[in-house]
């Protein structure tokens, strides 16, 4: 729906609703009605936003195809790997990395989840747990899944941060953009992360340490998907 497209899109800029109307030059009550689904922005508006968010309006204004069925086999599907590479490079830097969380219904009950899109690319990363944790990313093309990546990670120790660790990820290169970079310091706090593979099929490991002591550590694989 618009009004949650334009809620998390204002909350991934870190933008009041007072600072958006003041960007696109309307009042804070216009933004506040367009996200509670009162109102619809004009033509002159929804260009307005789409060059603010540097999305389309097609993005905008229509329904979300990711729980589309494709009819015909996966075969089918063009992906041009490069492509999609650079769309999760956008994906990972915009959604849990970018320490800003989501106001969306999870996928199950008691999940945290984070979504992004570019048509015709949508992503969904979905975990369930905290201190012990387990999840999935999906990449889905014109409603379509393309690629997949699973992952199980533990927190090891008290004095492990998740600030430190979405400060790392949100370092990940477009040229491997499954985790974080292969190493990243910031005072006592290293992060690491070893690959195996590439977009067509990785695994891998990441890992945090304080102090030179192990806090923190997550397995990961995936790839791209086939019939």
């Known amino acids: 729906m618009f009004n949650d497209k334009l809620k998390m899109l204002r909350k991934m800029q870190h933008f009041s609703q007072d600072r958006l109307a003041e960007e696109i030059g309307v009042s804070r009550q216009a ?32 329904k979300s195809e990711a729980c589309t069925k494709r009819e015909g086999p996966l075969e089918e599907v063009a992906i041009d790997q490069d492509e999609l590479r650079r769309f999760l490079y956008k994906a990972k830097i915009r959604t849990y990395a970018s320490g800003i969380e ?7 009950e008691y999940s945290h989840d984070y979504l992004y899109e570019d ?25 379509y899944p393309v ?13 492990f941060s998740s600030k430190f660790l979405k400060e790392a990820l949100f370092h ?17 706090s290293v992060y690491h992360c070893q690959i195996d593979g590439d977009l067509a099929w990785v ?15 997550l397995v990961f694989h995936g790839g791209l998907l086939k019939e």
């Open 203 to 217: 695994i891998g490991r990441e890992e945090v340490y304080f102090n030179e002591e192990k806090v923190y550590e």
């Open 147 to 159: 690629w997949a990546l699973s992952y199980q990670g533990r927190v090891l120790h008290s004095d």
């Open 31 to 62: 933004v506040a009605k367009w996200e509670s689904g009162d109102i619809f922005p004009d033509i002159t508006n929804l260009i307005a936003l789409s060059r603010l968010f540097d999305v389309s309006i097609d993005f905008l204004v229509k």
């Open 119 to 143: 048509p015709p690319y949508h992503y969904h990363d979905s975990y369930v747990g905290n201190e012990i944790f387990s999840g999935q990313e999906v990449v889905t093309f014109e409603g």
């Open 172 to 188: 990940v290169t477009p040229e491997r953009p499954f985790k974080g970079p292969v190493h990243f310091q910031k005072g006592a």
């Open 102 to 108: 989501q106001d969306i219904d999870g996928l199950r």
